[in-house]
């Protein structure tokens, strides 16, 4: 049974930073691209940040680029979100989706094989 469990949420000011992880579980963690979204209260879920197979491949949503850094541990099957200079509209349940290919996650976000629970992250102005 495939899990992807998410942690590392919570609430953090303006200008702050946290770090989002995803253990993954069930799966063969290197043949899976690894993606991050995000669904504020009445607002459809939106893409954050995506990596390929390897790592060595990121994609952004434009209003997180320069400021979130996604990365993967493959010893430990978990992929990260480092998140800096949080933003009051950073605020919102963060999910953690994995998917053979990268396009899918990119571009084809209905499409995912799997996503985690989600965890809350909220930011104070």
């Known amino acids: 049974q495939v899990q992807l469990v998410e942690s590392g949420g919570g609430l953090v000011q303006a200008g702050g930073s946290l770090r989002l992880s995803c253990a993954a579980s069930?799966?063969?963690?290197?043949?899976?691209?690894m993606g991050w979204f995000r669904q504020a209260p009445g607002k459809e879920r939106e893409f954050v940040a995506a990596l390929s197979l390897g790592g060595g491949v990121t994609y952004y949503a434009d209003s997180v680029k320069g400021r979130f850094t996604i990365s993967r541990d493959s010893a430990k099957n978990t992929v990260y979100l480092q998140m800096n200079g949080l933003k009051p509209e950073d605020t919102a349940v963060y999910y953690c989706a994995a998917d053979t290919s990268l396009h899918t996650i990119v571009v084809i976000t209905p499409s995912i094989d799997y996503w985690g629970q989600g965890t809350q992250v909220t930011v104070s102005s």
């Open positions: 069930g799966l063969t963690f290197s043949s899976y691209a």
